[in-house]
């Protein structure tokens, strides 16, 4: 694997519980997640078994040094579909959590800023954040 020196930020959406398929997620919201899994199934690499089911969006590591292009591109896919995860979150009994995962290189921290329309949307769907920054060098 080559190394960069440039900042990365990557953002995920997880939706996250114990008693639905993601193939009910991918069907209601009409959006193919990156990610999937099932509790019980096997954590690829570890002995352990995943705790929950989870269906994901996830950026990726992008080189950035502003968080806003990120989360912009999981945002504009699921703003849309407001309505559509709050019946989730009731019906499902579901967790819904944004990860913003930062990798700070060369002392170069990106901008991380949360507009109001981001904050009410974030607030509409009861979802939480989870910041992780990491300093690499």
């Known amino acids: 694997m080559i190394k960069t020196d440039s900042t990365k930020v990557?953002?995920?959406?997880?939706?996250?519980?114990?008693?639905?398929?993601?193939?009910?997620?991918?069907?209601?919201?009409?959006?193919?997640?990156?990610?999937?899994?099932?509790?019980?199934?096997?954590?690829p690499n570890i002995k352990q078994k995943r705790k929950e089911t989870c269906w994901s969006l996830d950026t990726g590591d992008q080189e950035s040094l502003d968080i806003s292009v990120q989360l912009s591109c999981i945002l504009k896919k699921i703003m849309p579909r407001k309505e559509m995860l709050i019946q989730i979150k009731k019906d499902l009994k579901?967790?819904?959590?944004?990860?913003?995962?930062?990798?700070?290189?060369?002392?170069?921290?990106?901008?991380?800023?949360?507009?109001?329309?981001?904050?009410d949307f974030i607030n509409s769907i009861r979802a939480e954040l989870d910041f992780d920054l990491y300093i690499m060098s």
């Open 10 to 43: 990557r953002i995920e959406f997880s939706i996250f519980g114990e008693g639905f398929l993601p193939s009910e997620i991918t069907r209601r919201l009409e959006i193919a997640p990156d990610n999937e899994w099932i509790i019980g199934e096997q954590i």
């Open 94 to 119: 579901v967790h819904i959590k944004f990860f913003i995962v930062i990798k700070v290189e060369n002392k170069q921290s990106p901008a991380i800023y949360l507009g109001n329309d981001v904050l």
